[in-house]
């Protein structure tokens, strides 16, 4: 059978130079990362909604870039997978039962509460991603060590943008 027809039956099979285990285990590291992602960004967006306080103009806005950020590293980690003959994620089921970071759905959460708990989910987020790095090192995939090495920049500022968000005003006495 010709390469091109072997192809035809197997259309999502994107070729590559990986090895078939490398795919396998790339696409599984990646995709927990982006089932990750999804609730991180619904756990913020969720946040951003209700937030309420004194901070409340300045956490909204924090917010709402935060969201974006994580928003936007979803298709290209999609992407990626797909690029080296993975498939990705299909559903929202299928995020539920991978993602490793907690949901909350609180009534209410206080202010700084939302901060510490998502600069905690960051701190497991960037962890993820330095496990992940290690997987594709393994491998010899370049590309995708390249991309999450920005991404773990970009999760680095996002917790030391809430860590010091949510710390508590010292005062000085004077």
Known sequence: MSKVKELQIRPLKTPTDLSPEATKDISAAMNAILADIFAIYLKTKNFHWHMSGPHFRDYHLLLDEQGEQLYAMTDPIAERVRKIGGVTLHSISQISKMQRI?????EYVEPLDMLAELCEDNKLLAAEFREAHEVCSQYGDYSTTSLIE???DETERRVWFLFEACREAKTSGH
């Open 102 to 106: 907690s949901d909350n759905n609180a």
């Open 150 to 152: 920005n991404w773990i």
